[in-house]
């Protein structure tokens, strides 16, 4: 959760070294509950978009104050954390708890969309046919690695401006190209 959150709009080398030092200075969820926001941003800030500071003190205090101090292993029950949207939860279900969830950012429903030639145009992470076939892309037996997969494939390959269709293994099955 504390990786996802700073991970929103950032890149994962730039949160390599500030998740350390976190971790470090805030080693359990009492610790981070009990922080002023003084302290968090403190190792934050090289991260910049402040705002995001306070999703760390108020997760770990909902955390403690309404869970007892342990952490959800429910879709849903995640998403009632404060900071914790539909990504996030659906990142922490399939990759720490290995179970089926529909996770869906921008990059993964680029591929859905060209790979099932769905043709889908704006703002499409949210419509329901990428979703659902999301839904059935991590329904695998291993669902944490088909997104870490996914990450690297959509960064590697499948890339935003110019994919690199002709050294994809998914080519001839892609939709994109056929069309
Ligand atoms: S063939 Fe091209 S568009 Fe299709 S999945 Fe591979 S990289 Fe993406």
Redesign the pocket.
């Known amino acids: 959760m504390i990786a996802e959150f700073m991970l929103h709009r950032t890149k994962a080398d730039q949160v390599v070294p500030v998740y350390n030092d976190f971790i470090k200075k805030f080693p359990d969820v009492y610790s981070l509950a009990r922080a002023e926001p003084e302290e968090v941003l403190s190792v934050t800030r090289h991260l910049g978009l402040h705002w995001r500071g306070k999703h760390f003190i108020e997760s770990a205090n909902y955390i403690v104050n309404k869970l007892n101090g342990i952490f959800p292993e429910d879709y849903d029950e995640l998403r009632k954390i404060p900071g914790v949207g539909e990504y996030i939860a659906g990142a922490i279900v399939t990759v720490c708890l290995n179970k089926a969830a529909p996770v869906v950012d921008s990059n993964i429903a680029r591929?859905i969309n060209?790979?099932w030639g769905l043709n889908l145009k704006g703002e499409i992470r949210r419509k329901k046919e990428i979703v659902n076939i999301a839904g059935e892309l991590f329904r695998g037996e291993n669902p944490g690695e088909i997104l870490f997969s996914m990450v690297d494939f959509t960064s590697l390959?499948?890339k935003p401006r110019t994919?690199?269709?002709e050294q994809?293994p998914?080519?001839s099955m892609?939709s994109?190209?056929t069309k």
Request: hydrophobic fraction near 45%.
């Open positions: 591929f060209r790979y390959l499948c994919p690199l269709c994809c998914l080519k892609c994109f190209l």
